[in-house]
């Protein structure tokens, strides 16, 4: 079983829609989650970090279920832009941030 | 501009020829580390260095070297290239006490 898993998509969504992604993890011990953007054949960015209450930075929505090991990621009123695959990234749980695990990311594709 | 550049972005070599990736950034970070990224499996680190000639074993990190004689930089070296070394390579750089790594643009390498 992979520590980090994502469903691959592609989800595709009308502009205005909105998109939920769930990633689930292995490690129990895990402390650490964040989801990245890439855009196609470009590298990773920083999306946003998620905390335990959760979190929201404009349309998007981070959440933590530590009981069932996922967490997820809400976008509101989707963008064409929003177009890229989104990456769950999960720490070892025994290397703080040096051994980030990263999941193999979700396709979303935002049509007019 | 903070950034991290890698050289060279797309090289095709033949097996067992070495070659050398390099990557160097500009934002005085103390950790570096080194991911190949193909389809289906997402980001896998490599090899990673939390400080100058500090350097430890990621999840693959086989066929591969790295050295880290100056903050700055962190080549990665494969030695014997073979056809299963054919991937996405990204180099990538943090901060102390966050987890929020800076990619560089990454570099394409086929091996025939």
């Known amino acids: 079983r992979k520590e980090v898993e994502q469903d691959p998509g592609p989800f595709n969504v009308p502009e205005g829609a909105t998109v939920a992604f769930n990633c689930t993890y292995s490690?129990?011990?895990?402390?650490?989650f964040f989801w990245y953007r890439q855009d196609c054949r470009k590298e990773p960015k920083l999306l946003m970090s998620?905390?335990?209450s959760g979190n929201e930075d404009g349309r998007f929505t981070a959440q933590l279920n530590r009981a069932s090991q996922y967490i997820s990621l809400l976008i509101r009123d989707s963008k064409l832009s929003d177009s890229a695959t989104y990456l769950c990234?999960?720490?070892?749980?025994?290397?703080?941030?040096?051994?980030?695990?990263f999941g193999a990311g979700t396709r979303l594709a935002v049509h007019p | 501009e903070a950034q991290v550049t890698q050289n060279p972005r797309y090289l095709i070599t033949v097996t067992g020829k070495k070659l050398t990736v390099t990557c160097s950034q500009n934002?005085?970070?103390?950790?570096m580390s080194w991911y190949r990224q193909d389809p289906g499996l997402g980001l896998r680190q490599i090899y990673y260095?939390?400080?100058?000639?500090?350097?430890d074993k990621g999840d693959v990190p086989e066929g591969y070297k790295v050295s880290r004689k100056e903050k700055r930089n962190f080549p990665l070296i494969l030695e014997s290239p073979s056809p299963n070394q054919t991937s996405l390579y990204f180099c990538a750089s943090r901060g102390r006490g966050t987890g929020e790594l800076f990619f560089g643009e990454g570099s394409r390498l086929t091996v025939l």
């Open positions: 998620v905390y335990s």
């Open positions: 260095s939390m400080n100058v000639e500090v350097t």
């Open positions: 934002m005085n970070h103390e950790y």
């Open positions: 990234v999960v720490n070892s749980g025994s290397g703080g941030y040096n051994k980030l695990i």
């Open positions: 490690n129990s011990a895990s402390q650490s």
